[in-house]
């Protein structure tokens, strides 16, 4: 975690503020960040990844999902972020590249958890084990309910990146039977995921 320095005091994330923040300003989503930040914190200790970073990520990984989508270019045009024509195909998964932006500017993220923010919405090829983590952790933490979660929870402390596959694949099929068009990025992810699987198996 990078940590940030104000007149030579070195000043770490003050996780409390935050947690405090979230409860005033996005009491509707509390339950499910708080419960992320705890999945996360669990994760870390399992997998041995730094316990304070995952929760950093969690509390931050929907920092932006309450703005439209007009408000989200604003933060594009902000942060300079470079974007494609899938910010505007995929809306939805928006927040995920300004709530990297926006942890990164205004909460000192270090890339670590930039990244993780970046790509909890649709996975990436060659994830980092803490972009595992907090993409698990917003799909299984307690506030989830859906047919199946209990066996990625259970799958998730047991083998991650065989967790990470199940959800990614649960996913894919979600929008499948929707009709719904899938991220490139989530699709590179998966083909990844399976090919390094039967890597290993070989
Ligand atoms: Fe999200
Ligand atoms: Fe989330």
């Known amino acids: 975690m990078r940590i940030l320095r104000k007149r030579g005091y070195i000043v770490k994330p003050d996780l409390d503020a935050l947690r405090r923040m979230i ?34 990520a969690a509390l931050l990984h929907d920092i932006t999902k309450q703005y439209s989508h007009i408000e989200q270019l604003k933060f594009v045009q902000k942060y300079d972020i470079l974007v ?30 930039v990244h993780a923010i970046r790509y909890h919405t649709t996975g990436r090829p060659g994830m980092t084990k803490l972009e595992k983590i907090l993409y698990l952790a917003d799909y299984i933490e307690p506030s989830r309910d859906f047919k199946g979660l209990e066996e990625t929870r259970e799958l998730a402390y047991r083998d991650l990146d065989a967790a990470v596959l199940r959800a990614t694949a649960e996913c894919v099929i979600y929008n499948l039977k929707k009709s719904r068009p899938i991220h490139p990025i989530t699709i590179a992810a998966y083909n990844d995921m399976v090919e390094s699987a039967a890597r290993s198996d070989n």
């Open 23 to 56: 409860g005033e300003k996005l009491p509707g989503r509390a339950a499910h960040i708080l419960g992320c930040e705890k999945t996360a914190a669990k994760l870390a200790c399992c997998w041995g990844e730094d316990e304070e970073k995952a929760r950093f």
């Open 84 to 113: 494609d024509s899938d910010f505007d195909r995929f809306p939805a998964l928006a927040h995920a590249v300004t709530g990297a932006a926006v942890a990164r500017a205004e909460y000192g993220a270090d890339e670590d958890v």
